[in-house]
Nanobody, 121 residues
């Protein structure tokens, strides 16, 4: 029973900050990476930020310098600190956890339900 619970979304004015959290539970296998994606209705889901089990990070160009992804391995929790928010950041944000399938080199991704972030101008 894998569950990813996201929190921290809401309404904020342009220039404000939000901190998203995603707590993963019920995962029996090692986690290769955790990430945040976002999606606007009618458009493809895009990667915002990712962090590997080794601590390496990757960011979408438009959020570099404004967003920071971090992870608490002991709690299987990933965070996204979002500063200097812009209206174009408005989207549903999804947490993703990537595991390696045992005895194979294949991967599988779990997804949260999503949390709405709305930035007003």
């Amino acid at each position: 029973q894998v569950q990813l619970v996201e929190s921290g979304g809401g309404l904020v004015q342009s220039g404000g900050s939000l901190r998203l959290s995603c707590a993963a539970s019920g995962i029996a296998f090692s986690i290769n990476a955790m990430a945040w994606y976002r999606q606007v209705l009618g458009k493809p889901r895009e990667l915002v930020a990712g962090i590997s089990s080794g601590g390496g990070t990757n960011y979408e160009d438009s959020v570099k310098g404004r967003f920071t992804i971090s992870r608490d391995s002991a709690k299987n929790t990933v965070y996204l600190q979002m500063n200097s928010l812009k209206p174009e950041d408005t989207a549903v944000y999804f947490c993703s956890v990537v595991i390696r399938i045992p005895s194979t080199s294949s991967q599988y991704s779990y997804w949260g339900q999503g949390t709405q972030v709305t930035v007003s101008s």
